[in-house]
């Protein structure tokens, strides 16, 4: 049994080094093309695994070379993904330019992504776990039927999309970055607990915002860093914090433990390009954290 259950996205990243993000119309010219291992689930499910909880994918790869990457590095970084399904579509592929000043922007082909449903072994896994994590480049109703399963569910609404109230009604933990918040509850955060009972805005170098029906409102400061490239960055955050969470408790007090240790982690993934490259494992993250909130 698994204490992190991770439903979501595994991708080919391939990235494309820019000056700056193209504007609508504009061709430019790349400095470098590299091929990588990503998606936000996948992202997601090392994050946890390199923060030390015991971690479960499940996710629809093609039977190709991007499947099998993607399933070596799982492997190697400590994911069981014996519940990885295989699909006849090729694996979900993502077109990422990474500008100058690290910025990102991505488009994903979700090809055998969105094949992915819940086998009774899978959902089997979901009910077990103490934390279950899922983000939305794979099927709403996938979604929907991990969160009814799962015993506390966090739900990275990524990428942002509008979201009905059948879903959120499951949602014990709600992560977003500010678009994504908008898409869910308008331009104003606090409307979020109108629908959740608990959620965390990402706000990137700024740090973040912890929201709870139980507790004040809570700002935790972003970690200066010099930024390469900020792929994966919301995607270490949550694999962190779902690891974090799974080791202790969901009170409001844990929760901003775990939000800190999310935060310090992403601001090390940056420092580093690529998705799955970036993403740190746990002895770095403990060890920035103890110089950060010294
Ligand atoms: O969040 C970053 C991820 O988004 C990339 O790895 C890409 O595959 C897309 O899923």
Known sequence: MAEVVVVGSANVD?????????RPGETLLASGLTRGPGGKGANQAVAAARAGASTT???????????????EV??????????????????????ITVAADGENSIVVAPSANADLKLSAEALEAVGQAKVVLAQLEIPFGTVQAAAEASAYFILNAAPAAELSDELLAHVDLLVVNETEAEAV??????????????????????????????????????????????????????????ATLAAGSTTARD??????????AASLSVKT?????????????????AEVYL
Not at 60 to 71: I, K, W
Not at 255 to 264: C, E, I, S
């Open 57 to 71: 994918f499940i996710a629809s790869l093609g039977a190709d070379d991007g499947g099998a990457m993607l399933r």
């Open 273 to 289: 390009a690529g998705a799955i490259p970036s993403v740190p494992h746990g002895d770095v993250i403990d060890a920035r954290l």
């Open 185 to 242: 509850a308008g331009s104003e955060f606090a409307a979020l607990l109108d629908r959740v009972p608990a959620a965390v805005v990402t706000l990137g170098a700024e740090g973040a915002l912890i929201l709870s029906r139980d507790a004040a409102e809570i700002r935790i400061p972003g970690v200066s860093v010099e930024v390469v490239d900020t792929t994966a960055a919301g995607d270490t955050f949550c694999g962190v914090l779902a």
């Open 14 to 22: 391939l990235v494309l080094a820019v000056p700056r993000i193209p």
């Open 255 to 264: 929760l901003t433990n775990a939000v800190r240790r999310a935060n310090v």
């Open 74 to 95: 799982l492997g190697e970084s400590g994911v069981d993904h014996s519940l990885v399904s295989t699909s006849t579509s090729p694996t979900g592929t993502a077109i």
